[in-house]
């Protein structure tokens, strides 16, 4: 070490009148830091997928149930349809006309998430799987709308989301 050439490395190097070069870490603080992390990543993460659910839906209940598969989730609270998040139409058409009707927002947004898969996963069979999250609310014509626009996109098994009760001991 003594053959560098430079002063100011040298100086640098030998911490002649100046702070060394070896900075002291605080290791109390840096694992408060990790614990506090650990923490948190460990509150956050589901085991078994669950999703939130919209505060203004109210699911209907259930006893037999399956936990959450992965695959696309339609939505239909009060005046909307969703699919995972993004707008797919709306209600009121279907409501207004009083009978089934295929949604055309909804068929393009779920063939396009099947072709998608397609191209992700060429080796595999499409499972053609959606999860319906509908407000207990809405009517049945809707839910028949819904439900019939999603196997037309190629979705003929649908799961709907429930909360679950308590199994009754009888």
């Not at 900075?23 to 408060?32: G, W």
């Not at 927002?105 to 499409?126: A, C, D, G, S």
Request: with cysteine.
């Amino acid at each position: 070490m003594h053959h560098i050439p430079l002063k100011f490395v040298w100086n640098k190097v030998a911490g002649h009148g100046r702070r060394s070069g070896n900075a002291a870490l605080n290791l109390v603080s840096f694992i408060d830091f990790l614990i506090t992390t650990v923490i948190f990543l460990l509150m956050s993460f589901s085991a078994s997928g669950e999703i939130a659910v919209d505060k203004n839906v109210k699911l209907p209940k259930a006893e037999n149930v399956e936990d959450i598969i992965d695959a696309p989730m339609v939505a239909v609270n009060g005046n909307q349809i969703l699919v995972d998040g993004t707008l797919a139409g709306s209600t009121r058409a279907i409501e207004e006309l009083g009978r089934m009707q295929k949604i055309d927002e909804l068929f393009t947004l779920l063939k396009n998430k099947r072709e998608l898969w397609k191209q992700v996963q060429p080796n595999k069979p499409f499972p053609g799987v959606c999860i319906l999250q509908v407000d207990q609310n809405v009517p049945a014509i809707v839910v028949k709308s819904v439900f019939q626009t999603a196997a037309f996109a190629g979705y003929p098994n649908v799961s709907f989301m429930v909360s679950k009760l308590p199994k009754s001991g009888g």
